[in-house]
């Protein structure tokens, strides 16, 4: 954890709960915040790992989006891969009919 994590934890003696991807409390919190079956969610995102594979871990569908954090040679070495793969946003409306 980070120094101001630690210290606000030592100072109210209580232990921090961190969210954040690819946290299986992060994916849980936003599928239950859209009230929706978590088969019927689709996380998009432009990192593989955080994004993509994290959502997949807790059973989300993963679209890896070619732009932004993207790389394509993190792509090719991993051994997990993504639902489907994207050039743009622009594209998600065709894939997802």
Request: net charge negative; proline share 4%.
């Amino acid at each position: 954890m980070g120094p101001f994590v630690e210290a606000l934890a030592y100072a109210s003696r209580k232990e921090p709960l961190c969210l954040g991807k690819p946290s299986e409390a992060f994916f849980a919190s936003a599928v239950a915040e859209l009230g929706v079956s978590s088969e019927s969610v689709v996380v998009v995102g432009d990192d593989l790992e955080s994004d993509v594979l994290g959502a997949m871990d807790q059973g989300l569908k993963g679209v890896l989006v070619r732009t932004g954090k993207f790389s394509q040679c993190l792509l090719n070495e991993s051994d997990r891969k993504p639902d489907a793969v994207i050039d743009s946003i622009a594209d998600l409306s065709d894939l997802l009919n």
